[in-house]
Structure formats: C-alpha cells, structure tokens
C-alpha cells in the first residue's frame, strides 16, 4: 500500500531501508514469472547503496527533494511487494496473465526510475545549490535563483507529472526573470530539456520543453549548448508532426538557431528541410513566416543550396512572392531567391525555369522596393536574351526600382541595367526608357557622398 507523504527525510529513510529487504525476498520466492522476478530483485538490490550515498550528503536532512525522493523509493518498493503479494495470490484474488505482465513492467520501470533518479540527485549536485521548501512556495526575491535551481532539478527527476509541474515553473521563472534564469543554466539542465522535447509522450509536455526552448534560443546565449547537447533533431521532428502549438515554437527556434552558417547546414543535414518548406505551404502565419526566415537562413550557405532546390524550395518561393499575405514573406522569398542565385548558373536555370523573373518583375512593382528582389533579378538577367526581358516589361521596372528603390536596390538595378547594355540595339532601348538620367543621379549621389567622407586637410 502506497503511504502519505508525510515525514521527515530521516523516517523515510529507515522506511526505505525497512521495506527493501522484503521486497528482495518476496521477489525471489515467486514461483511464476520468475525470470521477470528475478530481474526485479537486482534492481531492488541496487537501492540500498543509493540510498547510503543519498544520505551521506551532507544537506541530505535539509533538502526537499530529498524527501521526495526517499517517498518515491518507499512507496515504488511498497507497491513492489504488493505485487508479489498479488502474483502468489496470498493477498488478493490472483490476476490475468497480461495484466500481471503489464504490472510487473510498470513496477520495473519505477524501480528503474527511482536509481536514476537517487544517483543522479548526487552527480548533479543540486542537493548542495537547492535547500528550501518546494519551489510551488512563494518565494522572496532573494530566494529566486533557489527556486530556478530546484526547478530545473526537477526538470531531471520524478514522473512525467512532477517534470510538466516543474517546466510550468520554469516558463513562469523566465517570463519574470529571462536573464536571472539562463545565467543559472548548466550543460545538465540543457540536456534534461532536450530530452524531454524529445521522449515526452504527452504532446502538451512536448510543447512547454519546446515552449523553453524557443525563449532560450531568442535570448541568442544558449545557441552553444542547445545544439551541443542535440536540439536539432527533436525539433526538426516537432517541425514536421508536431501540434499547432509546438510546431509554432519548434520552428521558430530553428530561424533563431539558423542565423549560425555551421548550424544552418546541420539544420540541412538533419533532413530539416522538407518539413520547413511544408510548413511554409501549410502553416499558420507565425510558423510560415519562421520556416521562410530559417530557409532564408539556410540559402545563404552555399552548401545547402542545391539540397534547398532538390526539395522544391524555388516553386514555393515564388508562389509566395505571387500570392503570400503574411507581413515579411514575400521580403524572406525574395532574399531567399537572391541567395541561390548568387554564384550558381544551374540554379539560376532553375529559378528562370519556374518563372522567377516575371514574379521578381511584379513583386519590384511594389511602392518601395528593396535589395533582395533587385538583386536577385540583377542575378538572372545574364541567363535570359534580352529580347525576353525587354518583352517581360525589364526595364520600366528597373527605372522604377532606379527612382524608388531602397539604395541597396537602386545599386542593384544599376548594376542589371550594365549587364544588359552589351550591344548597340540594347544601349538605345535604356536610353529611351529613362533610366540614363536616374543613372546619373545616382553617380552623382555617389560621388557627393565620397567627397564629403574625404578627410580635409589639415592646416596650421
């Protein structure tokens, strides 16, 4: 029978040590199952030297996790010897065969979880950093970083309920106090995080761990430690079956841990790329806009490019610059277009092939454009005849982007207006759509601007 969680840490103990040897020797006796037994009582046998470690530390009387854990050892061996009871019949009516089976996995699986649990409250050491009432108290400020301590402890032990109960806390712990929180974080706590984003069952728990995970990531000081302890592939799959929620969080991590070019490529090598670019397709407006800014990321390393357009990411680019809604969109296709047009001529092939320059064309046609799409067409334009961008509209477009572009666009537009003056024919037809005298201005602008950065003279 499971008893009341009431007591000191030092009457759990002797409870603990009352109640083991019991359980070792109804285990053995058991005369069906016996095998399964068998593997019980060496597990049961490894509790005692736990506990003697456990009670050696010396805030071992002090420590509410102590308490608790010496509760879930005496009630997971009291629940082991009336399962024995129960297997021999000598207690109650005996059960199915399943259901004993299922039972006898169930105990094992506490067992188990009450050595780790022992062994690793004394590796970790937060027995020494954690000593204070639980952290559901209501704590004073000079107790906070106590309170964080001890709920990302929790993070590592006790059964999925207590861990959900601990990351509520700790959601809370970094809304009030972000950088209090991160400055406490250790490799440990990381690692307990990512393995909770990644074995949880319970999709709720799944999106608090990912939840976490996502305000760390956007502090930009965890970058390190999440991908060093293995954070890619758990939200690449939170990326491509996750809930609603989770989904939101995981991708957006990603973009936040995708502006590093070393992680970008590993984001590819984890097969990230195909959930990302559904997500853009399918998803709500916070997870596409997320998933566009992390392949937009991820275009700008070279080695990812030609993953990015085996997955299909240059139709989908250019249906959203056609018909995307969501604020920002259309801005990450289109520097995701100029990425893989930068230095790749197959590439480029395939952006033409798909119709990006008449895209490109419609989206420059916008009241202010910007660097990305004129660069981008400024890429293109040497692998098309001019004859065909003359009959795409080329160039009234490119007087506009010269007279209401941002300046990264007009130097962009320059720069296409220069690939595609190469003969005679060409040279007459920018002559008379206006875009000498803005190229001009724009010389002019530029050589204004040296002049007054030129350092003056000094005199006497």
């Known amino acids: 029978m499971v008893e009341q969680e009431s007591g000191s840490t030092e009457h759990w103990l002797g409870r603990a040590h009352q109640l083991v040897p019991a359980a070792v020797a109804r285990a053995k006796s058991a005369r069906s199952f016996v095998s399964r037994w068998s593997s019980i009582a060496s597990k049961l046998e490894r509790i005692p030297p736990c506990l003697s470690d456990l009670s050696s530390h010396p805030f071992f009387a002090k420590n509410a996790l102590c308490v608790e854990q010496l509760q879930s050892v005496s009630n997971a061996v009291s629940e082991t010897i009336d399962l024995a009871d129960r297997c021999s019949g000598s207690s109650a009516p005996p059960v199915g065969k399943l259901r004993m089976q299922s039972d006898l996995d169930a105990i094992a699986a506490k ?19 954690s000593n204070h009432p639980p952290a559901s108290t209501t704590a004073a400020p000079d107790d906070s970083a106590d309170v964080v301590r001890e709920l990302l402890a929790r993070l590592q032990i006790g059964h999925s309920e207590a861990k959900q109960r601990a990351i509520d806390g700790l959601l809370e712990a970094l809304r009030d ?230 300046p990264g666009a007009k130097q962009a537009a320059a720069s296409a207006v220069c690939k595609i003056s190469s003969t005679p024919e060409t040279k007459r037809l920018v002559g008379e759509s206006g875009c000498l005298p803005l190229l001009l201005g724009l010389l002019e602008a530029k050589s204004s601007g040296a002049r007054r950065s030129r350092p003056r003279p000094w005199r006497g």
């Open 177 to 406: 106090d972000e950088k209090g929180v991160v400055a406490l974080l250790g490799r440990s706590n990381i690692s307990a995080l990512v393995q909770l984003l990644a074995a949880a069952t319970a999709p709720k728990m799944r999106e608090k761990a990912a939840s976490v995970v996502c305000l760390l990531a956007e502090t930009g000081n965890c970058e390190g430690l999440l991908i060093s302890e293995g954070v890619l592939p758990p939200l690449i799959r939170l990326t491509e079956s996750g809930s609603l929620v989770g989904r939101e969080k995981a991708v957006v991590s990603l973009q936040r841990l995708s502006m590093s070019a070393e992680t970008a490529r590993s984001i590819a090598g984890h097969g990230g790329v195909r959930p990302l670019i559904e997500v853009c397709q399918v998803g709500d407006s916070i997870s596409q806009l997320a998933a566009a800014g992390t392949l937009k990321n991820l275009s700008a390393v070279a080695e990812a490019r030609q993953s990015l357009v085996d997955e299909g990411i240059v139709r989908v680019m250019i249906n959203i610059l056609d018909s995307g809604i969501v604020l920002g969109l259309k801005e990450y296709a289109a520097e995701c277009l100029q990425n893989l047009t930068s230095s790749n001529e197959s590439l480029r092939r395939a952006v033409v092939s798909e119709g990006g320059i008449r895209s490109l064309l419609a989206y420059l046609d916008g009241p202010l454009p910007q660097e990305p799409a004129a660069s981008a067409l400024r890429n293109l334009v040497g692998s098309v005849s001019v004859d065909s961008l003359v009959s795409l509209g080329l160039l009234p477009r490119l007087v506009h982007v010269l007279r209401d572009g941002s």
């Open 111 to 129: 067992l188990d979880l009450c050595i780790h649990d022992c062994r690793l409250l004394i590796k970790t050491g937060v027995l020494g950093e």
